[in-house]
């Protein structure tokens, strides 16, 4: 099931008896729990009938224990297993997750992992009597779609280009950006169209200088602007780090050599081939009629080197500047 699906069923009080969560994304699990921890019971029933135990610090007996006990005036006893990829003795659950209680919801986040399929006897049992989300990882060419998508959830539209800022800025980490989507829908009136100007106001990205209009800069050439960007970068480490910037740089010009290698494809294939948003394969196609092959080679290296001065391995100008710097004058060169 998706993570929508069960959310849905859990709103619609359409409880499974065990909830089996494992994802290499812990934002849609962390989803789930909050609903299950939040929902299911009354206030005043969680202080006897809820219980929260975390893998590290968890054996099977003790999650079985708890999860075969009766509830205390009350319909269900919820018992959530936090970090269970930490728990040792995971498997051993085999008999519970064969024969759940029937009055017990019981709910395992097992993070950044998946659990070893080939365990047969445990998935055949929990397929049988449990709820699985098997969420992927959310790689980075999905992440704009999903800003967009979480943005419509809450009423707003975030344009193509937008997204992809935030994307640049904010990374894959989806709960951060979650966070942001929240600012802007506690500051927007619902239906808004989000600008670049709101943008920076309430989730801080500067709508001139962020690593998205540095590498905008870059692929039209324009070394004035790009100077200008990494200047302020230099200036504001903090909220812009380097070693952020270099990733989303080295996603850039791979991307790039991509563009170079596939120059005459159609649109629709190269975004394919890019693994971009079909709205973004006009500006990777004017950046590779800028660039040859070679430049393109170059600039790969030369961020190779930029992450090992960044980390003080054999740099002559240890500053954000310089590094910067050394990294546009081997670009434009």
Known sequence: MTYKDILKDIAAKKY???????????YFIDLIIDQIEQSILPEGEKSFNQVVMYGKETNFKQVMDQAR??????????????????????ESL????????????????HKHKKLDKRKKKLWTALKK????????????????????QM???????????????IAENLGNDLSKIANEIEKLTLNLAPSSVVTKEQVETYVGISKDHNVFELQKAIGHRNKVKAYKIVTYFSKNSKSHPIQMNIGALYNYFSKLFVAKKFESADNRTLASKLKVNPFFVAEYKRAAHNFTLEQVHRALKAIHIMDKRCKGVGSRRSD??????????????
């Open 320 to 333: 954000d500047l310089g590094i910067y710097q050394e990294f546009l004058q081997a670009v434009f060169n």
């Open 151 to 165: 943005a419509r959830e809450k009423k707003l539209t975030i344009p193509d280009e937008i997204a992809y800022s």
């Open 16 to 26: 499974a008896p065990i909830y089996f969560l494992q994802s290499e994304e812990p």
């Open 94 to 109: 085999l008999p519970y997750f064969e024969t759940p209680a029937e009055t017990t919801i019981l709910a395992i986040a």
């Open 129 to 148: 009597n449990a709820t699985i989300l098997d969420a992927p990882r959310i790689y980075d060419d999905k992440v704009p779609g999903l800003i967009q």
């Open 69 to 90: 006990q009766f509830p205390m005036m009350s319909q269900y006893r919820v018992v959530i297993v936090k970090e269970a990829q930490n728990m040792s003795s995971l």
